[in-house]
């Protein structure tokens, strides 16, 4: 173990299980908590001296006298059972979810950062466009058509110019002149330079007739307005294009597209998952992404990506779930089976958004069930996670601990399903 968190620092791990048999401090101890604790924290310490690790990185758990394993006062005070959780970066955690005293945490910055870097949007260049004092421009290709017009005086002279398959035009002056991944004012410049021989102050204006050389795809539940640019195909890139707009000019999303799980393929390979609704009606630029050359938007069916929640933890059947309509968090518990008989009916958590930056809910069922409160019968959403503990939560660092290895295996299984 002390090998592999010196090689795998950002590991996040479990241990679960009895510690050694052995004394701890030579003394009896009272209970079988204080008893698994100290053989918790002790391992702790020998973690945290023999790695670069920080005490404040591990949680640890102690069993109750509820799961002794022996009444013998000597097989007591042997293998007790313990759980220690590693975890990379220490949550932080803030109030949320207005009118409840809720607890809510967020990762490190410098760790949501990584996370979330594919979806830096405004980068100054791709493949189709860069910027030119500040404003973004189209990067000539491979079959464009160019309109050239060179004015000496008032007099003007208009040459419509194909780029050829190298990259270079060729009219009047000019044999051949490399143009590729040149923007139309970079080519009004060159030409500058080279009409000064025969022209007297000439002024060139470049503009792009036909864009052929930059295109993006999109498939699936996108508009057929009976018009050639619209519905399902290839279209060309004229520029910075935003992946909202470009959705939006073919003719937008039909009535049975899913906008929350709309994918893009980049030529190399990179793959995006985009909420296309919140980038439209809640202004997340995070999920409207500036499209490269050779991306293919998908826009699949509603019915195929269905809202979804997650039950994990002390019920008879934890899994994935299909949110069809609305229910209530006792309504999802039941549909997972019910719960187990180590589960703690007081602490059970609901975990809500992005899990870069997620929402922790607590909520007390025994006082749904056993005195009918209703405010704790909270309405479980879109993509929520329930998680019905073991144990009171005392500390919402355990909950994630708890959750994202069983969440991994699951998406695991759904994506291969």
């Known amino acids: 173990m002390i090998n592999l968190l010196n090689k795998y620092p950002e590991s996040i791990i479990r241990i679960e299980g009895n510690c ?30 023999s790695t670069k690790l920080n005490k404040g990185q591990f949680r640890t758990t102690g069993f109750s006298d509820l799961y002794q394993v022996s009444q013998n006062p000597e097989e007591y005070q042997l ?42 949007v405004e980068a100054a260049e791709n493949n189709t466009y860069t910027t030119v004092s500040g404003f973004p421009e189209y990067k000539v290709g491979p079959l464009d058509v160019l309109r050239i017009v060179i004015w000496e005086g008032r007099n003007a002279k208009e040459y419509i110019v194909k780029v050829n398959v190298d990259g270079s035009i060729s009219f009047a002056f000019i044999s051949k002149m490399m143009v590729q991944n040149l923007t139309p004012t ?21 503009s792009v007739v036909e864009y ?19 519905g399902p195909g290839q279209y060309p890139l004229m520029g910075k294009t ?69 039950v994990l933890g002390e019920v008879r059947n934890p899994g994935i779930f299909d949110l069809t309509t609305e229910i209530n968090i006792l309504e999802a518990i039941m549909m997972a089976g019910g719960f187990t008989d180590r589960a703690t009916l007081a602490s059970v958590a609901i975990i809500r958004g992005d899990l870069t930056k997620p929402e922790v809910a607590i909520v007390n069922l025994e006082k749904l069930i056993h005195d009918g409160d209703q405010s704790e019968n909270v309405e479980v959403r879109d993509k929520d996670i329930v998680y ?26 759904e994506r291969a399903r």
């Open 79 to 120: 293998d007790r059972r313990a759980d220690i959780f590693i975890t990379p970066q220490r949550y932080i955690m803030k109030k949320i979810f207005k009118g409840r005293d809720f607890e809510a945490l967020m990762l490190n910055d410098n760790y949501v950062r990584s996370l979330v870097d594919s979806l830096r």
């Open 186 to 206: 970079q080519i009004a410049n060159l030409l500058i330079d080279e009409f000064s021989e025969y022209y007297r102050k000439p002024n060139v204006e470049v």
């Open 20 to 49: 050694d048999p052995r004394d701890v401090d030579g003394v009896i101890n009272k209970s079988n908590m204080e008893l698994s604790e100290k053989r918790a924290n002790s391992v702790m310490q020998t973690l945290a001296d």
């Open 242 to 310: 935003y992946v909202v707009d470009f959705i939006s000019k073919h003719g937008g999303p039909t009535d049975r597209a899913d906008l929350a799980q709309v994918k893009v393929v980049r030529a190399n390979g990179r793959t995006f998952f985009l909420n296309i609704y919140d980038a439209m009606f809640e202004g997340d630029a995070t999920q409207n992404i500036i499209l490269d050359d050779g991306d293919i938007v998908y826009i699949p069916l509603l019915s195929i990506s269905a809202r979804k929640f997650y």
């Open 212 to 230: 052929n050389a930059r295109k993006a795809s999109i498939l699936g539940q996108e508009r057929d307005l009976q018009r050639a640019d619209t």
């Open 388 to 413: 019905v503990s073991r144990h009171f939560i005392g500390d919402v660092n355990y909950v994630m601990s708890q959750i994202l290895p069983s969440l991994s295996t699951l998406l695991l299984f």
